[in-house]
Structures are given as structure tokens and as C-alpha cells.
């Protein structure tokens, strides 16, 4: 069975503070990887994605994620946060022809000024 | 319009009540998807059609019935629900299996 694992629920960074947010995943096969970002009350935006080729994958907003299939991990990271990035971000896997995506339970950036 | 829309946004309705949830993709996709997100729990799968059939039901109750006319359109009818049924319902939809999902932005239900 396929699962996703955010051990982190809530984080708290300083605007300007470098961000990890950490995502395990355990799947049978060649995962597809992705994180979403949503903000209160709305629907799940791709941030970025990894189906194969280039562990080091760059997304929207600064965003990038690297795959390391020995420790089944893809975490997200930004250099530099900025106050719009206080959200609910969620890792999720999928894969092959699995039309099902599971997600992790989420972790809750909060940005301080 | 582009994208993937759902109405309404929000939604009252008593325990006895019939409503319906709507949602539309213009996206040229050909799986939909109905997830339930409730406060401080996961997102939950519950049912999944390609090309109009359905192809996962994730043993939610019956009073909830989903129906795809089309590869564009999907609903969620609802009848009889709990309080416990208060929630966000989001619809989504991808062009190929296991590929990126393209959300709505949810339908905020809240049952009386």
C-alpha cells in the first residue's frame, strides 16, 4: 500500500529564514512525487512535481524539492520565506496506472515577521 | 473559464435536506475525483471516475451518491447527512493515471 508520511504538523519560521519541510513516502514501485500548498478555505495548487530523471526538481514560488529514493524522502525547500508562504503544504504520491494519489496529513507553515 | 470550478463555494443544509455538488473541468481531462477534507484530518479519497465510469468508491455511505455524466461534469448528491459530514469537499481531475491532480477550490459544506 502506498502512504505518505509529514512527520513535522506545524512549523514557525522567521520571514527571510531558510524552509525544510519533510515528506517520506513508501510505495512499490517508481513513485511520481508532488507538493501542493493550500491556502485557507481553498482548493490544492501544484508547487512542483517529480515523475523522474533529475532528483533536484524546481517549482512555482521559489520552491524546490529533491528525491532521494535510499531514504524514500522528497522535502521541500525555499531559501528565503516570505510572509505569502504562511499555508498548509501537503506531499503526495501516485504513480503507473494508480489512478489513486495519497496524500501526507499536511504541515502548517507560519511565518513571523 | 479555465481550470476546474465548483459551486457552490459554500453550503447550509439541515439533516433532512437533498443538495447537490457540482463541479466542471475544462481542462480536456479524463478522470475526475471527489476528495473530503475535514479539520485536522488528512484529505480523503472517496470516489474516482475515468472516462465516466467509476472506478474507486472508498466505502463512503451511501448518502452520498456521485454521478458523472460526462468526462467535464461531476456531482456529488447528498441526502441525509450527519454533522459529521461538515467538511470541504474538493473535486479534481487529471489527464492520465497517477499524474498530477487539478483542484477546485472546494465547497464548504456545513450540516445542521
Known amino acids: 500500500a502506498q502512504s505518505v508520511t509529514q512527520p513535522d504538523i506545524h512549523i514557525t519560521v522567521s520571514e527571510g529564514a531558510s524552509l525544510e519541510l519533510r515528506c517520506n513516502y513508501s510505495?512499490?514501485?517508481?513513485?511520481?512525487l508532488f507538493w501542493y500548498v493550500q491556502s485557507p478555505g481553498q482548493g490544492l495548487q501544484l508547487l512542483l512535481k517529480?515523475?523522474?530523471?533529475?532528483?533536484l526538481v524546481q517549482g512555482i514560488k521559489g520552491f524546490e524539492a529533491e528525491f532521494k529514493r535510499s531514504q524514500s524522502s522528497f522535502n521541500l525547500r525555499k531559501p528565503s520565506v516570505h510572509w505569502s508562504d504562511a499555508a498548509e503544504y501537503f506531499c503526495?504520491?501516485?504513480?503507473?496506472?494508480?489512478?489513486?494519489?495519497?496524500f501526507g496529513k499536511g504541515t502548517l507553515l507560519t511565518v513571523n515577521p | 473559464e479555465t481550470g476546474v470550478t465548483q459551486t457552490p463555494r459554500h453550503l447550509v443544509m439541515g439533516m433532512t435536506n437533498k443538495k447537490s455538488l457540482k463541479c466542471e473541468q475544462h481542462?480536456?481531462?479524463?478522470?475526475m475525483y471527489w476528495y473530503k477534507q475535514s479539520a485536522k484530518k488528512p484529505l480523503e479519497l472517496m470516489f474516482v471516475?475515468?472516462?465516466?465510469?467509476?472506478?474507486e468508491n472508498n466505502s463512503v455511505p451511501s448518502r452520498f451518491s456521485p454521478e458523472c455524466p460526462n468526462s467535464s461534469h461531476l456531482f456529488l448528491h447528498l441526502h441525509t447527512l450527519q454533522p459529521e459530514d461538515s467538511a470541504l469537499y474538493l473535486c479534481?481531475?487529471?489527464?492520465?493515471?497517477?499524474?498530477?491532480?487539478?483542484f477546485g477550490s472546494g465547497t464548504q459544506l456545513s450540516v445542521l
Open positions: 503526495a504520491v501516485g504513480g503507473g496506472s494508480n489512478y489513486k494519489l495519497t
Open positions: 510505495y512499490g514501485a517508481t513513485p511520481y
Open positions: 471516475y475515468n472516462f465516466k465510469e467509476q472506478t
Open positions: 481542462l480536456g481531462h479524463n478522470a
Open positions: 517529480y515523475f523522474s530523471g533529475d532528483t
Open positions: 479534481a481531475s487529471t489527464p492520465r493515471p497517477g499524474e498530477e491532480l487539478f
